[in-house]
C-alpha cells in the first residue's frame, strides 16, 4: 500500500514539474511580447479574421491573453479593456464565446501533448471550431449598425459599464 502511494505521489511530482516547466516560461515570454508590442503588431495582421468574427481590433488584447494564457488571465483583461476601450455587450460575448472553445492552447495543449495528446490535431481542432463558432454567432446577432433601431432600454449592445 505505501509503494501505491509512494508511486503516486512521485508521479504527481513529475507531473507538477512538468507543468512548471510549461507554464513559468509561456508567462515569461508573453509578458515579454506584450511588452515589445508584438500582440499589436499581430493584431494589425489578423484584422481581417477578426473582423469576420465580428471584432474589432480592441478585442485582440483580451482575445491573445485568453488564447495563449487562459480564461481566468484572459477575464481579467477582457474586463480592463472592455471598460477602457468600450467594447460592446456584443464584443464582450464574442471574445467569451471564442475563448470557451478555444483558451490557453500552447499550456494545455503541451499538457495533453505530455500525455500521449496530438499537438496539431488538438490546436487545429479547437481553433476551427472557435472561429467558425464565433462566426456563426457574430452573423446570428448583427452589429447594431446593420440593425434597425431597437427601443429604447432593449439595446443588446450597450457598453460595459
Known sequence: MMDLFLDSLLAALQLGLKLVLIIVPLVTIFELLRYLSFFRRVGQGVEPLMKGMGLSRSAAAPLFTGIFLGIAYGAGIIIRV??????????????????????????DTLIFVV?????????????????????LLAWLWPHPQTDQAAPAGHSDDRVVP
Open 115 to 135: 500525455i500521449g495528446g496530438n499537438f496539431w490535431v488538438m490546436l487545429g481542432v479547437r481553433l476551427v471550431l472557435a472561429v467558425f463558432l464565433t462566426a
Open 82 to 107: 472592455a471598460r477602457q476601450n468600450n467594447l460592446s455587450r456584443r464584443e464582450v460575448f464574442l471574445v467569451g464565446l471564442f475563448l470557451a472553445t478555444c483558451h490557453a492552447v500552447i499550456e
